[in-house]
C-alpha cells in the first residue's frame, strides 16, 4: 500500500493493521526493535521514570493505581496498556486522559514510515500500535511513563524498552498456545522485563521460583511482596509497609479499598517508590478512593462485569462475589474464547453462580454457547439458557431479572465489552424516551 493510499481516520488505520501481519501475535524483538531505531525510540529515555508490568493477571489493576498515585502526587504520566474495551484510544493515557484520534493516527504514520525506510518490516498490529504509543509518549515527555506488556515479557514488544523498576504481577496458566503450560517457563518469559541492577518488583507470594532465578541471574534487585513490602488487613484500614529507592522503611496506614486486589495495590505503591516519588498518605489516600478500572469487578447496578479469562482471575473474582452475597439469584453470563480453560473458570465460579447463560463468541478463536453449556453439564452447573451473542443474552436476562437477582458477565475481554455497549445502547435509548416524552408533555 502507498503512502498516498493510508488512511485518514483511527478506525481506517486499524483496519489496515488488522490485515497487514501475516500472524496476529508474532513474538520477538527483532523486527519492533529495528523500527524503533530507526524512529529514533531507542536514543534515549522514553521519561525520567519509566515502569513496566508484566504478569498473568492483575497487569492493568497495577498500571492504573501506580497512575492514579503518580497524578495525586503532582507527576505528569503516560500509560500504556492493553487490550482496550470499547475504544481503542483506551490503549494509550496522557496524564489519565485517553489518547486522542490524531495523536494514535500521528503514532502510525510515523511507524509506517520508518518501517518502509530501507529493507521494509513486517509488524503485527500490536507491534505498531506499540511503537505508536511510545512515540506519543516520547514526545509528551511525561515524568513517568507505565508500560503494561502484552504478553509474557522476554519477547513482547514493550520489553525494547528499558524500565527503572519492573513489577511482576501474577504467574499462571493463560496464552498455553503461546507460552506453555509449565509455570516455571511462563515465570521465566514474565522476567524476561527485569533489568540488571534495577528493581524488580515481586508482587505476589506465590511465584514460581524461576521467577527470583532469573532476578539474581541478572543481578537485579528484588523487592518481593511478603519480604521487603506487606499489605495488612482487607478492606478499608488496611496497611502498606515498604521501603524508598534507598531502603528507608515507609509505613502507610488507614488505607480506602481501591476495589481492585490489595497486592496490586501494595506493588504499585512500592513500584512508585522506588523511582523516588516521595509517597504522601493523603495523596495516596485520594488516589485509592478515587481509582476506576472498567471491567474489572465493576457494578453497574445489578450486573457484575468482569474480564478474567483464566481460573486464576476467576478465584479471585468468585471470593469478591461471595463477599457481596445477596438474597436473589446470580446468574453466569459468559462467553470464552476457544483457547481459554472454560473447566477451571466454571469450576472456580460455580459455587457463588446459581444459573448459566452461556453464550457463542466468534473471530478467529471461536467458542460456541453449546461448547460451554456442554462443559457446564459436566460440572452438574445449571444452564438457564443459551445465547448467540453476549448482547442478545444480556437483553434477554434483563428482561426476567428480579430486582434482588444480579448478574456476573465474565469469560473474556470480548463478552465484557459487548454487554457494556448493549447498556451504554440501552441507557441511551431510555434517555431519548424519556427527553421526548419531556418535550411532548411540555407542548401539550
Keep these: 500500500m502507498s503512502d498516498h493510499a493510508l488512511p485518514d481516520t483511527l478506525p481506517g488505520w486499524l483496519a489496515r493493521l488488522e490485515a497487514a501481519h501475516p500472524v496476529g501475535i508474532d513474538l520477538g524483538l527483532e523486527r519492533v526493535a529495528e523500527v524503533a531505531r530507526r524512529m529514533g525510540l531507542l536514543e534515549e529515555p522514553l521519561a525520567p521514570r519509566i515502569i513496566t508490568v508484566a504478569g498473568t493477571n492483575g497487569k492493568g489493576s497495577t498500571v492504573a493505581m501506580i497512575e492514579a498515585l503518580a497524578l495525586a502526587h503532582g507527576l505528569s504520566t503516560a500509560a500504556y496498556t492493553s487490550p482496550h474495551l470499547l475504544r481503542y484510544n483506551e490503549r494509550l493515557r496522557l496524564d489519565g486522559r485517553q489518547a486522542d484520534d490524531a495523536t494514535l493516527i500521528a503514532g502510525f504514520e510515523a511507524v509506517e514510515s520508518a518501517r518502509l525506510v530501507g529493507e521494509p518490516i513486517s509488524l503485527t498490529y500490536f507491534e505498531v500500535g506499540t511503537l505508536g504509543a511510545l512515540r506519543a509518549i516520547a514526545l509528551s515527555r511525561p515524568a513517568l511513563a507505565i508500560l503494561e506488556v502484552g504478553l509474557g515479557g522476554r519477547l513482547d514488544a514493550v520489553n525494547i524498552i528499558d524500565p527503572d523498576v519492573a513489577v511482576i504481577t501474577t504467574v499462571a496458566h493463560d496464552h498455553a498456545a503461546f507460552l506453555g503450560t509449565d509455570l516455571e517457563g511462563i515465570g521465566r518469559e514474565k522476567a524476561g522485563i527485569l533489568r540488571p541492577r534495577r528493581p ?3 508482587g505476589s507470594t506465590r511465584l514460581p521460583s524461576s521467577v527470583r532465578a532469573v532476578a539474581d541471574q541478572q543481578g ?14 482487607e478492606g478499608e484500614g488496611w496497611r502498606w509497609s515498604g521501603q524508598d529507592g534507598g531502603g528507608l522503611a515507609i509505613d502507610l496506614d488507614g488505607l480506602p479499598d481501591p476495589g481492585l486486589p490489595l497486592d496490586n495495590a501494595a506493588s504499585a505503591l512500592q513500584a ?5 516519588v516521595a ?7 485520594r488516589a485509592l478512593s478515587t481509582v476506576r478500572l472498567p471491567g474489572r469487578m465493576q457494578w453497574r447496578g445489578q450486573w457484575c462485569l468482569d474480564v478474567g479469562h483464566n481460573p486464576h482471575a ?3 473474582l468468585a471470593r469478591g462475589i461471595a463477599a457481596r452475597p445477596c438474597s436473589g439469584r446470580t446468574f453466569g453470563l459468559i462467553g470464552m474464547l476457544g483457547d481459554k480453560d472454560a473447566d477451571g473458570v466454571i469450576a472456580a465460579l460455580a459455587p457463588v453462580v446459581d444459573a448459566w447463560v452461556p453464550v457463542s463468541l466468534g473471530g478467529a478463536r471461536p467458542r460456541g454457547a453449546d461448547d460451554l453449556a456442554h462443559r457446564l453439564a459436566l460440572q452438574d452447573a445449571q444452564v438457564w439458557c443459551r445465547g448467540d451473542s453476549p448482547a442478545e443474552a444480556a437483553a434477554w436476562l434483563s428482561a426476567r431479572l428480579e430486582p434482588e437477582d444480579r448478574v456476573l458477565v465474565c469469560g473474556s475481554f470480548l463478552t465484557v465489552a459487548a454487554v457494556l455497549e448493549w447498556q451504554l445502547a440501552a441507557e441511551q435509548a431510555s434517555d431519548q424516551t424519556a427527553e421526548e416524552a419531556t418535550r411532548i408533555e411540555g407542548a401539550r
Design 220 to 233: 537485579a534487585r528484588v523487592v518481593a511482596l511478603g519480604e521487603a513490602f506487606l499489605c495488612q488487613g
Design 314 to 316: 476467576a478465584a479471585y
Design 200 to 202: 524488580a518488583v515481586l
Design 272 to 276: 512508585l517508590a522506588l523511582v523516588d
Design 279 to 285: 509517597l504522601e498518605e493523603g495523596a495516596c489516600r
